[in-house]
T-cell receptor, first 113, second 114 residues
Framework: EPEVTQTPSHQVTQMGQEVILRCVPI?????FYWYRQILGQKVEFLVS????????KSEIFDDQFSVERPDGSNFTLKIRSTKLEDSAMYFC???????????FGEGSRLTVL | GESVGLHLPTLSVQEGDNSIINCAYS??????FIWYKQESGKGPQFIID?????DKRQGQRVTVLLNKTVKHLSLQIAATQPGDSAVYFC?????????????FGAGTRLAVHP
């Protein structure tokens, strides 16, 4: 069964460092998303991406965040200068159509020290 | 119900019983609702969805009920099994949200005891 894959599964970084989280969405999907979940809390929308541009972003997705689909298969989330409060599980998701059945990856846990 | 931080509400049931997980959503303009299951260390997994023009939808062992009058959503799981143990999230899509900007609820932990 096709699945969304994410790397790394866990990354530990120092505050102020840049981090890139990588995702390979399901191959024929067209819409891509990043969500995050701070430990024990709600899953929160960060950004949606379609047709090689951001469709929508949340207040969390400030200038420190960026997304890219560099090669037609990978979908990356970059945090330019990490803060302690960026520590969370980051989930990539994709969907074929404009529909709620998002397919989530298993997440990348980011720990900022 | 809602929760703060790590203190998720927990529903404990015996294997074989039926489970009902409730969710209050926030936006009366939401037109689409989804239930997700999240097992420990994994991403949310789609269970069932319902559009705002419906009040009930059934899947395999699961039923979702929508009451728009009181902005309430419930997930019923029949004959609950140990593999159903997980955190369950409801999510809503505000009509103006677009492109799957889902708003997730706080989650309910379901613990199934043999």
């Amino acid at each position: 069964e096709p699945e969304v894959t994410q790397t790394p599964s866990h990354q530990v970084t120092q505050m102020g460092q840049e981090v890139i989280l990588r995702c390979v969405p399901i191959s024929n999907h067209l819409y891509f998303y990043w969500y995050r979940q701070i430990l024990g809390q709600k899953v929160e929308f960060l950004v949606s991406f379609y047709n090689n541009e951001i469709s929508e972003k949340s207040e969390i997705f400030d200038d420190q965040f960026s997304v890219e689909r560099p090669d037609g298969s990978n979908f990356t989330l970059k945090i330019r200068s990490t803060k302690l409060e960026d520590s969370a599980m980051y989930f990539c998701a994709s969907t074929l159509q404009y529909t709620g059945e998002l397919f989530f990856g298993e997440g990348s846990r980011l720990t900022v020290l | 119900g809602e929760s703060v931080g790590l203190h998720l509400p927990t529903l404990s049931v015996q294997e074989g019983d039926n489970s009902i997980i409730n969710c209050a959503y926030s936006n009366s303009a939401s037109d689409y609702f989804i239930w997700y299951k999240q097992e420990s260390g994994k991403g949310p997994q789609f269970i069932i969805d319902i559009r705002s023009n419906m009040d009930k939808r059934q899947g395999q062992r699961v039923t979702v009920l929508l009451n728009k009058t009181v902005k309430h959503l419930s997930l019923q799981i029949a004959a609950t099994q140990p593999g159903d143990s997980a955190v369950y999230f409801c999510a809503e899509r505000p009509f103006s949200g677009g492109y799957n900007k889902l708003i997730f609820g706080a989650g309910t932990r379901l613990a199934v005891h043999p």
